[in-house]
């Protein structure tokens, strides 16, 4: 989990706001950053549709 926390904590620091994981990520790293990011991380796989405004 440490490896994955801090690729977390750089995303924060990049200041990335919403994250889009596909099922290639694994259930673990998804996990955790549906966690951290809560109503920002948007469920995402094949087919999926995600407008940008």
């Known amino acids: ?30 996990e955790l950053f549906k966690e951290e990011y809560k109503k920002n991380f948007i469920e995402n796989g094949v087919g999926k549709i995600i407008e940008i405004k």
Request: aromatic content about 6%; overall charge positive; charged content about 35%.
């Open 1 to 30: 989990d440490y490896e994955l926390k801090s690729i977390i904590a750089d995303f924060r620091k990049l200041g990335i706001q919403k994250v889009a994981l596909c099922h290639c990520s694994g259930d673990r790293c998804r």
